[in-house]
């Protein structure tokens, strides 16, 4: 993949410096960021309609919160601060695995047991990084919790990629079965849909994507991905497909948008929370259509 990242740098640079493309793509961080932003879109909006579906809302921010105890261990067992990744994808994993196996033996609600898990993971996180702050940047938690696009590296777009080709092999073919889960488990049980067992499936999907775009984009926006595009879309749209494709549009072109805006106009607003204005900029405006435009009032998904 490196060769493919220095032709892809190397060819937008050269068409910045052209003229043919905005001037600030002639830098290779702004285009790492943008690649990010390509990908994370569309994998952010996809997943976000179940998230949204299912009622998960603040499950990725539990395991964004995981993270930081990932981080921890992997100080702990000598991986790099910087790149904890085996850490992290194996905490998280196991961490939103209990998660899932204690919502199915407990009446509790999945909002309710997701805060009891967010909150002991934030706590065990942020106290564990009191033991290996000998060792790191304690600016480690800002960087799990907030992210910097426009600092990714390579092994960032590499784990991003693998990340979404493991989601394209295993999400797509199960896709519809979760869907449907999602919205009505009982008749998916009787089309012989194992409810259960899509139902870990799409646990440790979420999970992985979480983990790949808080490295890159922070546990807060990866939250805010998931969530307000759906929102947005789900104002104006009747059916599934509408709804699927309108938020994975609105999540890439925020991501776009955002990263673009403020460095073409020389904007102070850094780019995670440019994102996430843009995205709500899109939610304001479809409230607006649900509520002005009578076509649109009826709109339920």
């Not at 932003?37 to 909006?45: E, F, N, R, T």
């Not at 194996?90 to 999945?110: D, E, H, P, Q, V």
């Not at 960032?156 to 693998?162: A, I, R």
């Not at 990866?222 to 509408?242: K, T």
Request: charged content about 10%; proline content about 3%; aromatic content about 8%.
């Amino acid at each position: 993949m490196e060769a493919f990242y220095v032709w892809l740098r190397e060819t937008i640079s050269t068409q910045a410096t052209a003229g043919v493309l905005p001037s600030v793509l002639y830098y290779e961080f702004v285009i790492n960021a943008l690649f990010c932003a390509i990908v994370i879109g569309p994998l952010l909006g996809c997943v976000g309609t179940m998230i949204v579906a299912k009622r998960m809302a603040f499950f990725s921010q539990a395991i964004g919160n995981a993270a930081l105890t990932g981080v921890a261990i992997g100080v702990l067992i000598g991986e790099s601060y910087t790149a904890p990744y085996v850490s992290m994808f194996s905490f998280c994993m196991l961490f939103g695995i209990l998660l899932n196996y204690t919502k199915a033996r407990t009446k509790m609600s999945s909002d309710a047991l997701i805060g009891v898990f967010l909150s002991i993971s934030l706590a065990v996180g942020a106290s564990m990084l009191l033991f290996v702050s000998a060792r790191v940047n304690t600016h480690i938690l800002e960087s799990i919790m907030f992210g910097s696009i426009l600092t990714v590296n390579n092994l960032d777009m590499n784990v991003l990629l693998v990340v979404t080709l493991i989601t394209l092999i295993v999400g797509l073919p199960l896709y519809n079965r979760m869907l449907l889960g999602s919205l009505n488990a009982s008749l998916a049980q009787v089309r012989g849909i194992n409810v259960q067992a899509v139902e870990y499936i799409f646990i440790i999907l979420v999970t992985i994507i979480t983990v790949a775009c808080v490295k890159i984009i922070g546990a807060v926006l990866v939250e805010a991905l998931l969530l307000i595009p759906a929102a947005a879309a789900r104002n104006i749209c009747r059916s599934l497909g509408s709804f699927v494709y309108t938020t994975m549009g609105i999540a890439t072109i925020s991501c776009i948008l955002g990263i673009l805006v403020p460095m073409q106009w020389d904007i102070p607003v850094p780019s995670g929370g440019a994102i996430v204005l843009v995205a709500a900029a899109f939610f304001i405006l479809t409230t607006i259509i649900r509520s002005v435009v009578p076509a649109f009032r009826e709109a339920k998904v």
